[in-house]
């Protein structure tokens, strides 16, 4: 909130007042965010935005707009020999010692971020996994990045996904009492998966899946299918942090690390809401996961940064109010990451400090906001309204002022 005091009024206070007032109702990304620059092609504008600073979040439960999840699955549906069982004592924050910096080991010790452990130890015929999914579930479309490093022991799964969500009356009871069931339309899905056991001398690849009918049909398997790719990588992903995304248009998919473009898929892409997820699991399938792991593993995840837009039609009726003329000068440019991420290198505080619009001033307007790490307080839709009011009293002040 800026305020403006003038010991004697002029007339060309109110000019000053109304030019001060209007930057801040025309707040900088009242219009969306864009992949690129507007002015150039191809270009998209997402207009919501999502973002988690998983290295000062201390507690995922009350904050940060995530369900950690719980559920068992048997051998038999998680199709290997051995179950999974998603369970909080999985998902464990583990934020920096001094909320200032941006690196240096976590409070539990270790890589400073959100944890998601696959257990050694095989329970009543199941391993035990963490996972993690938004609140929100109206994706449609979008820019999603992910800082992480992968666990450096064979035998476990970490991912990355979007998923179309199956709206059920059984969901939206499962969600009140914040945990989800799986209730996935898996012909609709986007991954990003690393098996820990291909990380050998020169061979570290990520898995790149576009789930579609064709590969519902074959049993969940998309190898063979248009949507599946095998991507080398030019660094070892459990040596340190850095940066996934995927960025999801109508026509077409485009995958990234650290910036650098990895691949395209343009068929079967999917059309409908859903919601984003982070795993790290393992069913002891030899030909996927392999496993259970010799020792607990672990995920560790910095960041998320998803912006996109929305199937809410109140989401979009309050963007229309917000982006006043449509103007290019209230889109935000989103920063392409182009380096590794890494809190734990030798210049952490440099490198493990990334960009967030919702830790700038005056860049989130009408968006909905989650309390937790650095982020701000809850807000949705309500800035530019108390800003126009503002405006308009401080307007009519002057003017009886110059009366």
């Known amino acids: 909130m800026v305020f403006v005091r003038l010991q004697s009024p002029s007339m060309f206070a109110p000019l000053l007042v109304l030019s001060l007032l209007a930057r801040t109702a025309r707040a900088a990304c009242a219009c969306g965010y864009s992949v690129n620059s507007t002015s150039s092609l191809p270009n998209a504008i997402f207009t919501e935005l999502f973002e988690s600073d998983f290295l000062h979040l201390d507690n995922i439960s009350t904050n940060g707009g995530w369900i950690a999840q719980v559920y068992n699955v048997s051998a038999v549906d998680a199709r290997g020999p051995f179950g999974k069982s998603a369970s909080l004592a999985n998902v464990v924050t583990n934020p920096v010692s001094n909320k200032t910096d941006w690196a240096g080991p976590g409070q539990k010790g270790g890589d400073p971020g959100l944890q998601l452990w696959v257990r050694a130890n095989v329970e009543e015929g199941m391993i035990g996994m963490g996972e993690i999914a938004t609140q929100r579930r109206d994706i449609l479309y979008g820019s999603i990045r992910v800082g992480m490093k992968i666990s450096n022991i064979a035998g476990t799964c970490g991912a990355f996904f979007w998923v179309s969500q199956i709206n059920t009356p059984q969901l939206r009871e499962a969600i009140s009492h914040c945990f989800v069931i799986q209730y996935f339309n898996n012909s609709q899905e986007i991954d990003v ?3 820990s056991r291909d990380f050998v001398a020169n061979n570290n690849s990520v898995n790149l899946v576009v789930q579609s009918p064709a590969s519902q049909s074959a049993g969940h398997n998309a190898a063979g299918t248009p949507g599946y790719h095998v991507i080398p990588l030019p660094f070892v992903p459990d040596d340190g942090y850095h940066e996934y995304r995927f960025d999801w248009l109508s026509d077409q998919i485009s995958f990234y ?10 068929v079967s892409i999917p059309n409908s809401p859903g919601a984003l997820f982070l795993n790290h699991w393992s069913n ?12 607990d593993a672990v995920m560790t995840v910095s960041y998320v940064k998803a912006y996109f837009n929305t199937s809410d039609e109140s989401r979009n009726n309050q963007y229309a109010q917000a982006c006043i003329g449509q103007a290019t000068s209230q889109i935000c440019l989103i920063p392409d990451q182009t380096s590794a991420p890494d809190p734990t290198a030798s210049n952490g505080n440099t490198s493990g400090n990334t960009f967030f619009f919702t830790q700038q001033p005056n860049m989130t307007v009408n968006q909905t906001l989650y309390p937790g790490g650095t982020i701000g307080e809850s807000s949705s839709g309500v800035e530019v309204s108390v800003v126009i009011i503002l405006s308009s009293a401080l307007i009519i002040l002057f003017t009886v002022m110059l009366i």
């Open 193 to 195: 998966e690393f098996l």
């Open 257 to 266: 690390a650290d910036g650098s473009w990895l691949a395209n898929m343009d």
């Open 284 to 295: 002891g399938d030899p030909n996927w996961s392999g496993g259970p792991p010799a020792s």
